[in-house]
């Protein structure tokens, strides 16, 4: 079976672990920290603070920028995005999104906006990043927070600027993502304050890490400044992620190199193939295209599986049309273009290891099944 994905891992990143459990230090410790610089200084930002999982990352942050009232956010997400929000005590309010990139639709947020309105949370699908210009616009227009998912789109330009250094940005390094630390997220920030309080509570609220303290006069003092989690990241994680760092322009540029071959290559016009918009680098996290309505989805996911290719859609149902969310109030009809393009998407294999004959061969059956 060709897979969707698949990490991009070699004798480095097993020489980084092996070196980490023989060091004797394995969680929150030395890898962290210059796992945490080398994404600070990779994005663009001031900070980086690695922590357990993306949806810990978003929790956080919702948590600092004490957030309590109404996010606007896409629908068509995976569902932590919105989870996040709910978890925190604040309420979701989905917006439709557009239909080339089928990021959130700028135009249709600022209707969404009123007295509770705390934030926005574009969600950079895809690995394409969102219209930045105008959500950063309409956000210091009307003083709300902006509160990027990047979590499938790591290295992604909008205006020559990475995805994560608009607003506050937070990262998945899950295993199908543009780099991988098995389980992983990261927050980015270029403000001080933020960056000391994200840190403190990510690890029981006590200001110092451990390692940190052993050098001090009274290393025994874990004082708790707040009441914080554990959602610290291990450094057998950040060791895979330092090393998934050196490599990234080059995964990333062979994702690229993929999708435009895919895209030569997929020639029946009964599919849409993804857009680039002009003012931007896509990372191609997933490959995403859009079967025309004349097709239908179960059969061709079918006929393609069973060529041993695997084929999957990014997302059905939408979180709006998820149970917990119909049970809140959102219903069928409420967000339409995000309920077709869930309706019709799926998603290929897209991995920088790919071989040139597995998309030959992807191409080949697609064409062939779709002629
Ligand atoms: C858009 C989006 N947000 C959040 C997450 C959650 O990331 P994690 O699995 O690291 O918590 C994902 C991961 O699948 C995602 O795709």
């Known amino acids: ?30 890898k962290v920290k210059e796992f945490e610089r080398m994404f600070a200084e990779y994005i663009g930002t001031k900070y980086a603070i690695a922590v357990n ?12 920028l004490n957030i309590k009232g109404e996010v606007i956010l896409p629908s068509f997400t995976f569902v932590a995005s919105a989870n996040a929000i709910v978890t925190s005590g604040a309420i979701p309010i989905f917006v439709d ?17 009123n007295k509770r309105t ?6 950079h699908f895809a690995g394409h990043p969102c219209d930045m210009k105008p959500i950063m616009e309409i956000a210091e227009k009307h003083n709300l927070h902006v509160i990027e998912d990047s979590a499938e789109c ?44 994200i840190k403190i509570l990510r690890a029981h609220g006590i200001p110092s890490m451990t390692h940190e303290r052993e050098k001090s006069k009274k290393p025994w003092l874990r004082s708790a400044t707040e009441a914080g989690y554990n959602f610290r990241m291990c450094d057998i994680n950040a060791a895979i992620g330092i090393e998934q760092m050196k490599k990234i322009d080059d995964m990333n540029k062979k994702r690229i190199e993929v999708a435009r071959y895919l895209s030569k290559k997929l020639t029946n ?16 996290q997933i490959y995403v295209i859009m079967l025309d309505t004349s097709i239908n989805r179960i059969d061709f996911i079918k006929k393609v599986m069973e060529k041993d290719i695997q084929a999957s859609v990014h997302f059905d149902p939408p979180v709006h049309l998820q149970p917990y969310y119909t049970n809140i109030g959102w219903k069928k009809g409420d967000l339409p273009i995000t309920e077709h393009v869930s309706e019709h998407v799926v998603t290929l294999p897209l991995f920088p290891s790919i071989t040139k004959r597995d998309l030959d061969f992807i191409s080949q059956i697609i064409n062939s099944i779709l002629a």
Not at 269 to 284: D, E, L, Q, S
């Open 154 to 197: 790591i290295g992604g330009l909008y205006n020559n600027k990475k995805t994560g250094s608009f607003g506050i940005g937070c990262f998945s390094f899950f295993p199908t993502k543009n780099i991988t630390t098995g389980e992983g997220g990261i927050i980015t920030t270029n403000d001080d304050s933020l960056e000391e309080r």
């Open 53 to 64: 999982s993306c949806t810990s990352a978003l929790q956080l942050v919702m948590e600092v």
């Open 118 to 123: 705390q934030a926005i949370m574009p969600v």
């Open 1 to 30: 079976m060709i897979p969707l994905a698949k990490p991009y891992i070699d004798e480095r990143e097993i020489s980084a672990v092996v070196e980490v459990l023989k060091s004797g230090w394995l969680t929150h410790g030395p």
């Open 97 to 113: 999104i557009v239909e080339d990139t089928y990021n959130i639709d700028p135009n249709k947020i600022e209707e969404r906006i």
């Open 269 to 284: 016009n009964k599919i849409t193939k993804p857009t680039i918009h002009k003012n931007c680098r896509h990372v191609f």
